[in-house]
């Protein structure tokens, strides 16, 4: 089977919600926590495209277009 890699979008101001969406808390585990379970039971590999995560040990690269 190949690898599948997964990136979590996770950039942008959140200018309309007034606050960072991915730090949302939904069921005691944020949205960032919850996406990144997910995608792990089907991907080799996830990270976060953005600011990264202090509260996650996942590996995160920049996004090109910052806020």
Same mark, same amino acid.
């Given at each position: 089977?190949?690898?599948?890699?997964?990136?979590?979008?996770?950039?942008?101001? +959140? +200018?309309?919600?007034?606050?960072?969406?991915?730090?949302?808390?939904?069921?005691?585990?944020?949205?960032?926590?919850?996406? +990144?379970?997910? =995608?792990?039971?089907?991907? &080799?590999?996830?990270?976060?495209?953005?600011?990264? &995560?202090?509260? =996650?040990?996942?590996? +995160?690269v920049s996004d090109i277009h910052p806020k």
């Amino acid at each position: 089977m190949d690898q599948i890699e997964a990136f979590i979008l996770a950039g942008g101001a +959140s +200018s309309r919600m007034g606050t960072d969406k991915a730090r949302l808390v939904l069921e005691g585990k944020t949205f960032i926590e919850r996406i +990144s379970q997910t =995608l792990g039971d089907f991907a &080799s590999r996830v990270v976060i495209v953005g600011q990264p &995560s202090e509260a =996650l040990s996942l590996e +995160s690269v920049s996004d090109i277009h910052p806020k």
